[in-house]
C-alpha cells in the first residue's frame, strides 16, 4: 500500500530552523516526483516546494525561496524539507505528496498524500 510519512514539525521562534522528511513506502520512488504543501489554517492548500525524480531539478514557491531547501536521498526513500529562517507566516500543516514527473504542475497531479506535520512559528 502506497504510504507517505511526514515527520519533524513543530513550535520553533521566528528566525529558527526545522527539518521535515518524508518517508514513502509501497511506491516505486525513484519513478515519483515528491512535493511539499502547507495549509494554514482558513486558507487553501499552496506549494511549498517539489523535487522530480529525473534528474532532481527542484522548484521553490517565491515565499520560500532562499530560505528552503529540498533534497531526496533514495537510499531511504525519504524527501526532506530544509526550512531556515522560519518566519510566523509558515505556520501551517506540511504534507508531502507524490507525483508523476510530468503531473506536478496541477495539485490533482499528487496521487499519494501523506497526513501532514504541524509548523508552529512563535516567539
Known amino acids: 500500500q502506497e504510504r507517505l510519512v511526514e515527520s519533524g514539525g513543530g513550535l520553533v521562534q521566528p528566525g529558527g530552523s526545522l527539518r521535515l522528511s518524508c518517508a514513502a513506502s509501497?511506491?516505486?520512488?525513484?519513478?515519483?516526483?515528491i512535493g511539499w504543501f502547507r495549509q494554514a489554517p482558513g486558507k487553501g492548500r499552496e506549494g511549498v516546494s517539489c523535487?522530480?525524480?529525473?534528474?532532481?531539478?527542484?522548484y521553490y514557491a517565491d515565499s520560500v525561496k532562499g530560505r528552503f531547501t529540498i533534497s531526496r536521498d533514495s537510499a531511504k526513500n525519504i524527501v526532506y524539507l530544509q526550512m531556515n529562517d522560519l518566519k510566523p507566516e509558515d505556520t501551517a500543516v506540511y504534507y508531502c505528496?507524490?507525483?508523476?514527473?510530468?503531473?506536478?504542475?496541477?495539485?490533482?497531479?499528487?496521487?499519494?498524500w501523506g497526513q501532514g506535520t504541524q509548523v508552529t512559528v512563535s516567539s
Open positions: 505528496a507524490a507525483a508523476d514527473n510530468t503531473q506536478i504542475l496541477r495539485l490533482g497531479g499528487f496521487r499519494y
Open positions: 509501497g511506491f516505486t520512488f525513484d519513478h515519483y516526483a
Open positions: 523535487i522530480v525524480s529525473t534528474d532532481n531539478t527542484t
